[in-house]
């Protein structure tokens, strides 16, 4: 019997920006977001030092990426940070998350790829990730995504 990962009928790269989400998809994300941010709001100071283990990180991570929000050309400048605005947009939705309420699914698909690839390129393997997730968690700006995301 042949692996279901040879399958032909499974996609082989990332979903494109341009291709359009379903509302369950959309929700199913805003939903693991959520769950994160509140297993962050409600863990002790311990639990915190690992937080790549926590079941609602992996849970996050693999629903942006089968979700559509981890996209093949969304980051194609992301190496260069002159190139891409993304940085400075997050810092200014850390600074005032009531801003995410004006931003679209595209800018939204924009920053959760960004702060997902951050954090895969970033983590080196440490327990405590590479700080891009985290960022996202630990400001007001994941309840305000995924706020928005599950409106």
């Not at 891409?84 to 998350?97: A, F, G, K, M, N």
């Not at 990730?129 to 995504?145: D, E, N, P, Q």
């Amino acid at each position: 019997m042949q692996a279901i990962d040879a399958e032909p009928d499974i996609r082989q790269d990332a979903v494109r920006l341009d291709e359009k989400l379903t509302l369950q998809q959309i929700r199913f994300v805003a939903e693991k977001l959520q769950d994160l941010v509140n297993k962050y709001t409600l863990s002790s100071r311990d639990e915190r030092m690992r937080p790549t283990e926590w079941l609602e990180w992996d849970a996050f991570i693999q629903a942006a990426y089968a979700c559509g929000f981890v996209c093949s050309d969304a980051g194609q400048d992301m190496g260069d940070a002159a190139q891409t605005p993304v940085p400075d947009v997050i810092s200014r939705l850390q600074q005032d998350p009531r801003c995410v309420e004006d931003l679209t699914l595209r800018e939204l698909r924009r920053i959760l790829h960004y702060i997902i690839r951050s954090e895969r390129w970033g983590d080196a393997g440490a327990n405590t990730g590479g700080g891009a997730v985290w960022g996202l968690i630990s400001s007001r700006l994941g309840g305000a995504i995924a706020s928005r995301l599950g409106a």
